[in-house]
């Protein structure tokens, strides 16, 4: 199975970027990486998603190595909503989560 | 537009009584999931829906619970009757897709059930 491994808890200060990794050395050629992140007492919710090339939107970008076996999420600019627990998912079939990364950001 | 809607919001039964959850998923959205969520783990999965068929039902304890999806929108998760181990939250997501093929899914807030 396509399992991800992540850290499980990182601090990161306001202003300053965060940078999340995953390793996902099992990751089959077509299966795509997403991200998702729960804040508190509330459903996931999408971040980003890619397959190859790295990819940018209004939340975040995602950096994916050359050999796929591992990618990171950088949210440029870390606020205190970024408070989150962070879920790297490479397959989505059995969709599995993991724990993911506690991220706290400190004022 | 509205995202995915889930009541209630919170429940608290007593053991061996029956409890049951809603969800409707966004409109238009075709594949409909159930997950059950345990403090500080992820999400674990119960059931698909493509439509109306449970095409991935294989982690629903089926001696306690169902699911039902009629005319492939709205969709129930019923416990019954209910343990103490069962407390956790429910989430419910829907996608466009089947998840994966380029399409994300969007989560509910859940339901947050406890047993007592």
């Known amino acids: 199975d396509a399992k991800t491994t992540q850290p499980t808890s990182m601090d990161c200060a306001e202003g300053r970027a965060a940078n999340l990794p995953c390793n996902h050395s099992?990751?089959?050629?077509?299966?795509?990486v997403y991200w998702y992140r729960q804040i508190h007492s509330q459903g996931p919710q999408y971040i980003i998603h890619?397959?190859?090339n790295n990819e940018t939107n209004e939340m975040a970008s995602l950096i994916i190595t050359e050999d796929r076996k591992s990618s990171t999420l950088i949210l440029p600019h870390a606020t205190l909503r970024d408070t989150a627990v962070y879920y790297c998912?490479?397959?989505?079939?059995?969709?599995?989560f993991g724990t993911g990364t506690s991220l706290t950001v400190i004022p | 537009e509205a995202g995915v809607v889930q009541s209630p919001r919170y429940k608290i039964i007593e053991k061996k009584q029956p409890v049951a959850f809603w969800c409707n998923p966004i409109?238009?959205?075709?594949?409909l999931y159930w997950y059950r969520q345990n403090l500080g783990q992820g999400p674990e999965l119960l059931i698909r829906?493509?439509?109306?068929?449970?095409?991935?039902d294989s982690q629903l304890p089926k001696d306690r619970f169902s699911a039902e999806r009629l005319k492939g929108v709205d969709s129930t998760l019923k416990i019954q009757p209910a343990e103490l181990g069962d407390s956790a939250v429910y989430l419910c997501?829907?996608?466009?897709?089947?998840?994966?093929?380029?399409?994300?899914?969007?989560f509910g807030q859940g339901t947050r059930l406890t047993v007592v």
């Open positions: 998912i490479v397959r989505v079939v059995p969709f599995y």
């Open positions: 829906y493509e439509n109306e068929e449970a095409v991935d």
């Open positions: 099992t990751i089959s050629g077509n299966e795509y």
């Open positions: 997501a829907s996608s466009s897709q089947v998840w994966g093929e380029k399409t994300e899914a969007f």
């Open positions: 409109s238009g959205h075709n594949t």
């Open positions: 890619g397959l190859k």
